[in-house]
């Protein structure tokens, strides 16, 4: 299995960020997926994770700005990350399979994210 994320970048505060996360050896849409983060000096955390039967649900830091989103053609998950803020800025890591509420099984190499104020 693996998971492939991509599209961070450098970002002012009120921009926005599309992340993607591509898998292979993993049906996407049979699994639950989800985003983390990790923020200087802090331990990863969830951000956004969607089940299978394609119900979101998100950190309260989050939401109204981010949305997760999956395309089980291209088996691929994204974040859309809207109003960035520098509180956002982190290394983030996609994650599949397991249980709701646990640590993925798998998860994909992180892409950082940075939010200048």
């Known amino acids: 299995v693996q998971l492939q994320a991509f599209g961070g970048g450098t970002v002012q505060a009120g921009g926005f960020l599309r992340l993607s996360c591509e898998g292979s050896?993993?049906?996407?849409?049979?699994?639950?997926v989800g985003w983390y983060r990790q923020r200087p000096g802090k331990q990863r955390e969830p951000v956004a994770s969607?089940?299978?039967?394609?119900?979101?649900s998100y950190v309260d830091s989050v939401k109204g700005r981010f949305a997760i989103s999956r395309d089980g053609a291209k088996n691929a998950v994204y974040l859309q990350m809207n109003d960035l803020k520098p509180d956002d800025t982190a290394i983030h890591y996609c994650?599949?399979?397991?249980?709701?509420?646990?640590?993925?099984?798998?998860w994909g190499q992180g892409t950082l994210v940075t939010v200048s104020s």
């Open positions: 994650g599949a399979g397991g249980l709701e509420g646990a640590d993925p099984h798998y």
């Open positions: 050896g993993i049906i996407f849409s049979h699994n639950i």
């Open positions: 969607m089940t299978v039967g394609t119900i979101p």
